[in-house]
């Protein structure tokens, strides 16, 4: 079997997450979801509108994704490739070459991000709407 990994908050998800995740999964036979804690997404000065539990509820529901973890820090992205036997590490290439050193462990692919839509994009435009 043949295991593809990811990481991401998918906070606000949007069919950019579910084009990431259907074309990740579609690199292998098994897609695990690493998703940032809300104590990780205070770290990196972030802050998601779902909480963790609930942005992994609505992670588990998706028939892309066959299980989710949870990111505490940066560095334990190896030690989740070795763990769960990851033969494939999934980024948007918005990331492209940040995660090159996990070529050591298994093989690294940046998929191009969904044009129009984005996380971002959609918290500055309800932003504006409540401004209104």
Request: aromatic share 12%; glycine share 4%; net charge neutral.
């Amino acid at each position: 079997m043949k295991k593809v990994l990811t990481y991401g908050t998918f906070d606000l998800l949007h069919w950019g997450h579910i084009n990431l995740l259907k074309r990740a999964k579609e690199l292998g036979d098994y897609l695990i979801v690493a998703i940032s804690t809300d104590e990780f997404n205070a770290v990196k000065n972030k802050k998601a509108y779902h909480s963790y539990e609930n942005r992994k509820l609505i992670l588990e529901a998706i028939r892309y994704v066959d299980e989710v973890i949870p990111e505490h820090t940066w560095e334990q992205k190896i030690d989740d490739v070795i763990k769960h036997n990851i033969d494939v590490f999934v980024m948007g290439d918005d990331w492209k070459g940040k995660f090159d050193y996990l070529k050591e462990y298994c093989e690294v692919v940046y998929l191009p991000r969904t044009v129009g839509i984005s996380t971002t994009k959609i918290k500055k435009e309800l932003l504006l709407a409540s401004q209104k």
